[in-house]
């Protein structure tokens, strides 16, 4: 583990989520673990914004599209969802070698449900719901 805390409110997530920058400098290949409603979609707003690659605002969950793309300056932000998809096959229309470049972060939601993902992540982390408004977040690697 590298780090875990509790937050207790979407903006205090949001806020970890902006101290996340250097430790996921890219090329990064991340898994995002927690169930429905966990906060995923609400700490990679603050991913992205602390990259300058969105707006808060602007991040939402990818669950019908399967992929959302946040460019920045510097960075391009991948927030990526496989709630939907089953099987090896589906995933390969997706086209994710073509994300990964020197200057680009995958958050994958559900990438757990593929073994490819799993081998090839360079940071995992899980969110729980411990209270209405209150997530553990447990980074590792």
Do not use: C
């Not at 429905?36 to 605002?57: Q, R």
């Not at 994958?108 to 090839?120: D, L, M, N, Q, T």
């Amino acid at each position: 583990m590298l780090r875990q805390i509790t937050t207790h409110s979407a903006e205090e997530t949001i806020a970890f989520g902006r101290t996340l920058t250097e430790l996921l400098a890219p090329p990064r290949l991340v898994l995002l673990r927690g169930d429905l409603g966990a906060g995923k979609t609400t700490l990679v707003k603050g991913i992205a914004a602390g990259f300058g690659a969105a707006k808060e605002d602007e991040v939402t969950s990818p669950t019908f599209t399967l992929v959302h793309e946040y460019h920045g300056p510097r960075v391009n932000v991948y927030h990526v969802d496989l709630y939907r998809i089953d099987r090896s096959r589906e995933l390969e229309t997706l086209g994710f070698d073509d994300l990964r470049t020197e200057n680009s972060i995958l958050l994958i939601e559900w990438g757990e449900k593929f073994a490819r993902f799993v081998r090839e992540r360079d940071v995992e982390i899980s969110l729980e719901r411990t209270g209405e408004d209150e997530r553990r977040i447990t980074v590792s690697k």
